[in-house]
């Protein structure tokens, strides 16, 4: 059975950094783009960051400003965010998705985690 687990979130403070990863078992992901998605309350879920299987990267300007990196270790089987200076804004549930295309639409994604909630208090 595959599995994407996601850990490292909790509540912090504005300016904090935070780092969530992701563990996936039940295959490997080595082959595969690796997604962090969030929800925010009362909006849709979002395109966060993506990286491929070579460890290209994207990361969504509107949601992560520069403040964001994604990362992962295929060996482990693992992707990683680096969330730095964060703000209440970032506050949601953050969630990782693995896919083979490289597109980001959440109806691409073949595994999703079940999230993990970041709280920045202000």
């Known amino acids: 059975q595959v599995q994407l687990v996601e850990s490292g979130g909790g509540v912090v403070q504005a300016g904090d950094s935070l780092t969530l990863s992701c563990a996936a078992s039940?295959?490997?992901?080595?082959?595969?783009?690796l997604y962090w998605f969030r929800r925010t309350p009362g909006k849709e879920r979002e395109f966060v960051a993506r990286?491929?299987?070579?460890?290209?990267?994207?990361i969504d300007e509107d949601s992560a400003k520069g403040r964001f990196t994604i990362s992962r270790e295929n060996a482990k089987n693992t992707v990683y965010l680096q969330m730095n200076r964060l703000g209440p804004e970032d506050t949601a549930v953050y969630y990782c998705?693995?896919?083979?295309?490289?597109?980001?639409?959440?109806?691409?994604?073949?595994?999703w985690g079940k999230g993990t909630l970041v709280t920045v208090a202000s």
């Open positions: 039940g295959r490997s992901f080595s082959d595969y783009n």
């Open positions: 998705a693995g896919a083979k295309n490289p597109g980001i639409a959440e109806d691409g994604m073949e595994y």
């Open positions: 990286i491929s299987w070579s460890g290209g990267s994207v």
